[in-house]
């Protein structure tokens, strides 16, 4: 009897073996086991951190992406300001700042009123008309001038000028260009030999008229007569300033 309890309590035993053997090899095949859910979790946490890895580089690379992206407009901010010192315009408007500009030309500038300064005045007698003179007045100066009204002469140590031939009045101001000349003529004497107070002077002096014709402007000039004089009387009398000579001579 206690042999047969003995080999019925083994063979319970290596049947509870086999059991749990069977039961372990199950759990195994199935992946419910201790073991298993070790190398799962291992598995896991290798491809969490593969992907966490892989995500951690696409950012990287998305950040040296955005800097190489920086880099790039850094560049083409340094490419922009190379340029601007290339720039003519900018070098022109340096230049201007540095008072290199260009001068327009004299000739354009305003005009200015003629007197003695700058023209010069020639008086010659005439043999047509009789008993005339031509005055020349030439623009010397480096800008146009106007010749305003009628030229003021004086001869000898007369104390009074003589009157201006109203009818000889041109349309226009006479303007002289840098080296034109403008005419004005002057009745000497009566050709009819009418005249009062006749006497020879050899001396003249011609002053220039402003614009409002009410008195004389800058330096007046001192033309040469002829040696022997000029023969004058109270009949005496000058045209206006003309821009050519044919008109100067026709009074």
């Known amino acids: 009897m206690h042999s047969l309890r003995t080999s019925r309590t083994r063979l319970v035993g290596a049947a509870a073996t086999v059991v749990l053997a069977a039961l372990s090899l199950t759990a195994c095949s199935e992946g419910t086991g201790v073991h298993d859910e070790g190398a799962s979790g291992a598995t896991d946490t290798s491809a969490n951190s593969s992907s966490d890895a892989a995500s951690t580089g696409s950012s990287s690379t998305g950040s040296s992406s955005t800097g190489s992206s920086s880099t790039g407009s850094g560049s083409a901010s340094g490419s922009g300001s190379g340029s601007s010192g290339d720039n003519p315009a900018a070098d022109t408007k340096g230049s201007t700042a540095g008072g290199s500009v260009s001068k327009a030309p ?15 005045t020639v008086a010659a007698p005439l043999n047509r008309p ?59 004497a009566a050709a009819d030999g009418s005249g009062s107070n006749g006497h020879t002077v050899k001396s ?22 002829p040696a022997a004089g000029v023969y004058v009387d109270d009949s005496l009398k000058v045209t206006y300033w003309q821009q050519s000579m044919d008109d100067a001579v026709n009074w």
Do not use: W
């Not at 009157?163 to 002057?186: C, K, M």
């Open 130 to 188: 009789v008993n005339h003179m031509l005055l020349t007045v030439t623009n010397t100066g480096s800008k146009s001038c106007f010749l305003y009204g009628y030229p003021a002469v004086r001869f000898g140590e007369a104390q009074a000028v003589p009157p201006v031939i109203e009818d000889s009045q041109p349309q226009a101001v006479v303007t002289l260009a840098p080296g034109e000349s403008g005419y004005a003529s002057v009745s000497l």
């Open 204 to 225: 003249l002096s011609v002053y220039f008229q402003g614009r409002s014709g009410n008195e004389s402007v800058g330096a007046g000039a001192h033309p040469s007569l």
């Open 106 to 120: 004299a000739s354009s500038a305003k005009p200015v009123t003629c007197e003695g300064s700058n023209t010069r």
